[in-house]
């Protein structure tokens, strides 16, 4: 399975983007990568996911290099709401595939 | 659309005493269904997960077992509770047959063991 690497936190003014990397090197082929966030005492709220193409929807961008080693979650324009703490995971969401989840990077949108 | 729902949001427990969580799915059919435990400051960590009624597959041996005697309803149960057994439980979703459609999960039930 792969992992992931991601900052541990990481401040963002209000207004602006918030760019949050991760580093997947060990990703397969068939490897997805998806982007999850928790704010304190919920459940994780899916964001995004890709393969090998940019993927955009109303919530986020992701942008993934052509090697595929790493990705960038983009929050066009962050709000005090985006604050959270944000998972990036590799791998493929079927029954009997033990996804990896790391701690995550705890963003902090500052008014 | 569909809908998650677990309950209760928080429980307290005495050390032995038995353990039932229940989470069920709306708006969807045959779906996989997962049991995570998060410990504070963690990531999840997959505890069960069943791909139909009657069928469990394990990841980590423990005090726990799992049911599911319905379609859309997953059970999360425990014989005699340990004070390792607290955390927060999630229960999750995700469509059967496409491996890369994401899971779904439900606001979880906070354990605390006395």
């Known amino acids: 399975d792969a992992k992931t690497t991601q900052p541990t936190s990481m401040d963002c003014a209000e207004g602006r983007a918030a760019n949050l990397p991760c580093n997947h090197s060990t990703i397969s082929g068939n490897e997805y990568v998806y982007w999850y966030r928790q704010i304190h005492s919920q459940g994780p709220q899916y964001i995004i996911h890709?393969?090998?193409?940019?993927e955009t929807n109303e919530m986020a961008s992701l942008i993934i290099t052509e090697d595929r080693k790493s990705s960038t979650l983009i929050l066009p324009h962050a709000t005090l709401r985006d604050t959270a703490v944000y998972y990036c995971?590799?791998?493929?969401?079927?029954?009997?595939?033990?996804?990896?989840w790391g701690a995550g990077t705890k963003l902090i949108i500052k008014p | 659309s569909q809908t998650i729902h677990q309950w209760p949001a928080t429980l307290v427990q005495p050390v032995g005493s038995p353990l039932s969580l229940e989470c069920t799915v709306e708006g969807t059919s045959n779906p996989n269904l997962y049991w995570y435990r998060q410990a504070a400051g963690r990531g999840l960590q997959l505890l069960f997960y069943s791909v139909g009624i009657g069928q469990i597959s394990s990841e980590v041996p423990q005090n726990l077992s799992a049911s599911r005697p319905q379609d859309r309803q997953f059970i999360l149960s425990s014989k005699k509770l340990l004070l390792s057994d607290s955390g927060f439980y999630l229960c999750a979703w995700s469509v059967q047959g496409i491996s890369n459609q994401p899971q779904h999960f439900g606001d979880g039930t906070r354990l605390s063991i006395l």
């Open positions: 890709g393969l090998k193409n940019n």
């Open positions: 995971i590799v791998g493929l969401m079927d029954s009997n595939y033990q996804l990896i």
